[in-house]
């Protein structure tokens, strides 16, 4: 979370313990909802919320660098 936190476009990062982010997302109604690739628009248990107040979803496949200078690269070149 804290990486993801300190990436240029990402206004905020929300932790919590439950098994879906419908209710947070009911309430913050983000402009822009990030997952990842292993999910569809139809297995996405949030993208209704999301879509009923025209927010966008954005499926985001993921790759993890092999190394710490990849991993470090990555994070400055986001900033």
Known sequence: AE???????????????????????????????VKGGDYTLSTLPEAKIVQSYGGRIELVQVEFPTSTTQIINRILQAR
Do not use: C, H, S, W
């Open 3 to 33: 990486i993801l936190a300190t990436l240029k476009p990402v206004d905020g990062v929300v932790i919590f313990a439950e098994t879906t982010a419908n209710r947070l997302i009911e309430a913050l109604q983000p402009e822009v909802y």
